[in-house]
Every structure is written in C-alpha cells, then in structure tokens.
C-alpha cells in the first residue's frame, strides 16, 4: 500500500491543508493519507501553539468524512521533539512505500532537519509549491550534500541512489495560513470559509 505523510503543527488545520493531500492522494495514486500533528515542532519552539490534543481533535473533524483521510498520534505519543526521520521508520513497518508531503520553504532548510541525509532512504519526497512559486527546478532547492546522491530526472523529478524520488509538484493556490488565521482569531474576526465548520465550532467552543 502507497500513503501520504503530511506533517505539520495543523494549528489550526483548514482547507489549504485538506486541499493539498487530496490533490496529492489523487496525482500519486495514493490509497491513504496520513495528518500527523508533531508534539513539539524543533522549528516552530520558539511560538505559542494549541495544545496536542487540541490540534489532534481539529484534525480529526475535519476529515471525517474522506475514506482516504486519516489521522496519527504517532508523534504526540513520543516525548521530545518530533523528528521526521522517526515518523517515516514507523510508517515505513505498516506500509510498502511512502509519499512525504513537504512544502518548498521547508525543504529549503532541509539541511538543518535531524538526520536529514537518512530521511531520502525511507521515503520519496513531494516537494509542494505555487505556480507562482519562484522554483522551477527541483535541483535549484537541493543541498550541495544531496546532490551527490541524486541523478536529476528533468526538472521536476530526482532520483536518490536509494531509488527513493523527489518530485516538485505544484498545487492549486489556495491563499490560506494558519498564521493568518490565528491572527484574525486574535482581532475577533471571522475564520469562516478558511476552516471546515467543525474545526471553527472546536476553536469557538474551547477559546482558542
């Protein structure tokens, strides 16, 4: 079985997110998706986010519903920092191959990642970016230590000599962060229709 993993803080989850993993689940093949909410991001210490089950709970409603959508506590059962390589060594017991969702501004500072050479072993990487985006070339993001274990296959396709790819795949722009949200819920405006109703109704009842 082929899956998506796709990362993040979800803090909170909205349709840019949802949008994306459907996108990819259909482009791949995919037979499932997983949302993986991280315990505690190593790059985002230093903000405010909701608690784990909080952001576990928003997840959950929000994909209710899609028999291709599913959600993991993986790395909220884990103490410390959430480390992707660990994430990709669970899934990759369960399932066949993997997909790893990733956005262009995340892969771009793949090099500070724990372990990050090791990830392109159990995994192949989806690189997501706008088609406004300024990367046109998936070898334009890689770093010079990744390139030497990569055979570029056009411009948007990298073969790892793992045999494990990197695809650059662009997705429809959706014009939603949840920092932008997190933002209007601070002034007391509406996040309606940047958010399933469900995870708006979570958000009002528990003050987020």
Known sequence: MAVGIFGGTFDPVHFGHLRIAEEIRETFSLEKVYFVPARIPPHKTDREIAAAAERLNMVKSSIRGNRFFRVSDVELRREGPSYTI???????????????????????????????????????????????????????????????????????????????????????????????????????????????????????????
Do not use: Q
């Not at 230590?145 to 396709?157: A, N, P, V």
């Not at 722009?173 to 708006?200: D, Q």
């Open 86 to 208: 660990d994430t990709l060594m669970y899934f990759e017991k369960r399932f066949r191959k993997l997909f790893f969702l990733i956005g262009a501004d995340a892969f771009a500072e793949i090099e500070t990642w724990h372990l990050y050479p090791e990830l392109f072993h159990h995994a192949d990487f989806v690189v997501l970016t706008r088609p406004s985006g300024a990367v046109r070339n998936i070898s334009e993001m890689l770093p010079a230590r990744l390139k030497r274990d990569m055979k570029e296959i056009g411009k948007t396709l990298c073969v790892h000599k793992s045999g494990r790819k990197v695809h650059l795949h662009r997705v429809t722009p959706i014009h939603i962060s949840s920092t932008e949200i997190k933002e209007l819920l601070k002034t007391g405006r509406s996040i309606r229709y940047l958010v399933p109703a469900s995870v708006e109704k979570i958000i009002t009842a528990r003050g987020l």
